[in-house]
């Protein structure tokens, strides 16, 4: 069945520091890939999503590109700020199911230090 | 701020007793998911409602059953609750048959089993 697979965290790095955050999947036919952030204590927000094959999301300086060939879709961005701590989620969605179901990856926490 | 609305954010229950969650969909979406979210887990999908109907299932029990109302809403319902059922709960909206696929949660419900 499909899956996503994320790197452990937690992930500590200081200010300014570039991130990445590996994630893979596994799918039948060509899914839509996301990412979501959970800062304490609340719910899920998208932070970028990517649709097709080489398809590049990106929002407040994060990117990730949907790289069909690695069946990857890490996220990285180049200067990481204290407000950037949170727990990241890689997920997929079905292309035939339209929205709904998402596979989760089982997250990555990212704790950036002054 | 996503438009998905629940209540009550945080609840405690005792084992045995039943549960009902509520979701107001974000204005436009036809479609609403249920999630529960274990501590430390990526969040599982539990089912799906289109149309009023449930239109896919995760690998949950019978005793997890929901409703969706003429406006979209929703409500989740978990009988017998045991101890395991405690984790935060869930809801995103989506509009099936449109464009971009995304999805949108709630900030969730916060469920205690005692």
């Known amino acids: 069945g499909n899956s996503v697979t994320q790197m452990e965290g937690p992930v500590t790095l200081s200010e300014e520091a570039f991130l990445t955050i590996n994630c893979t999947y596994t799918a039948t036919g060509y899914p839509s890939l996301f990412w979501y952030v959970q800062y304490p204590g609340e719910g899920l927000q998208l932070l970028l999503k990517a649709t097709k094959a080489d398809d590049k999301g990106s929002n407040k300086g994060f990117e990730a590109t949907y790289r069909k060939e690695t069946t990857s879709f890490h996220l990285e961005k180049g200067s990481v700020q204290v407000s950037d701590s949170a727990v990241y989620f890689c997920a997929l969605s079905d292309r035939n199911n339209q929205g709904g179901k998402l596979i989760f990856g089982q997250g990555t926490e990212l704790s950036v230090k002054p | 701020e996503t438009g998905v609305t629940q209540s009550p954010t945080h609840l405690i229950k005792t084992r045995g007793q039943q549960v009902t969650l509520r979701c107001s969909s974000q204005s436009g979406h036809n479609t609403v998911s249920w999630y529960q979210q274990a501590l430390g887990q990526g969040p599982q999908f539990i089912f799906q409602y289109y149309r009023e109907e449930e239109n896919g299932r995760g690998n949950f029990p019978p005793r997890f059953s929901g409703l969706q109302f003429p406006n979209y809403s929703s409500e989740l319902n978990v009988n017998a609750l045991e101890l395991d059922d405690s984790a935060l709960y869930l809801c995103?909206?989506?509009?099936?048959?449109?464009?971009?696929?995304?999805?949108?949660f709630g900030e969730g419900s916060w469920l205690t089993v005692v």
């Open positions: 995103a909206s989506s509009l099936l048959g449109g464009s971009g696929n995304t999805i949108y």
